[in-house]
Antibody, heavy 121, light 107 residues
Framework: QVQLVESGGGVVQPGGSLRLSCVVS????????MHWVRQAPGKGLEWVAFIGYDGRKTYYADSVKGRFTISRDNSRNTLHVQMDRLRAEDTAIYYC??????????????WGQGTLVTVSS | DVQMTQSPSSVSASVGDRVTISCRAS??????LAWYQQKPGKAPKLLIY???SLRRGVPSRFSGSVTGTEFTLTISNLQPEDFATYYC?????????FGGGTKVLIK
């Protein structure tokens, strides 16, 4: 079955950096786009970033554009997000999610268990 | 960006009840809408996609419909395991946007 396992979360000071990773199994990783979605404590869901199946296309939420970089290593079935210049409002659980959209649309299908990022001094 | 307005923010119901949750898009998204269920401490799970298509393995008491830009999730014959928070999401274009969530509470 499809499995996504995130890692790399932790506590970081404002202005600091963190790199999250997501190792996937159970499907052909290099066929599908991937997303990061986050959820602040006690709050709703916020889409963060998307990367196409081959890594050529990337898109970001305005709230993280210029600070976060999504990437993938198809040889290692791994998705990453490099988070720089972190702010307190970036504190959230970060979920790695498969995309099963078609015809130019998107569908966040299977979600990992999430990894918690806390930005605090 | 497409804004998603979800209502109500919470609803109290009993086992066996029928619950309806609404979601309105700020612009036309055709039928490109998904519904998710989230339980405390767990990741969201996809229930319905393309407004009314049930994901494999999801019980048939869950159903979705659309009229214009108004989308509805209906849970018929509410079961104890259905008490959770539900989110709508437009899947038409990036940035993907979610409704604010509806918490289904035990009456």
């Amino acid at each position: 079955q499809v499995q996504l396992v995130e890692s790399g979360g932790g506590v970081v000071q404002p202005g600091g950096s963190l790199r999250l990773s997501c190792v996937v199994s159970g499907f052909t990783f290099n066929n599908d786009g991937m997303h990061w979605v986050r959820q602040a404590p006690g709050k709703g869901l916020e889409w963060v970033a998307f990367i196409g199946y081959d890594g050529r296309k990337t898109y970001y939420a305005d709230s993280v554009k210029g600070r976060f970089t999504i990437s993938r290593d198809n040889s290692r079935n791994t998705l990453h997000v490099q988070m720089d210049r972190l702010r307190a409002e970036d504190t959230a659980i970060y979920y790695c999610v498969t995309d099963r959209g078609n015809s130019g649309t998107y569908l966040t299908d299977t979600w990992g268990q999430g990894t918690l990022v806390t930005v605090s001094s | 960006d497409v804004q998603m307005t979800q209502s109500p923010s919470s609803v109290s119901a009993s086992v066996g009840d029928r619950v309806t949750i609404s979601c309105r898009a700020s612009q036309g998204i055709s039928f490109w809408l998904a519904w998710y269920q989230q339980k405390p401490g767990k990741a969201p799970k996809l229930l319905i996609y393309e407004a009314s298509s049930l994901r494999r393995g999801v019980p048939s008491r869950f159903s979705g419909s659309v009229t214009g830009t108004e989308f509805t999730l209906t849970i018929s014959n509410l079961q104890p395991e259905d008490f959770a928070t539900y989110y709508c999401q437009q899947t038409n274009s990036l940035p993907l946007t979610f409704g604010g969530g509806t918490k289904v509470l035990i009456k």
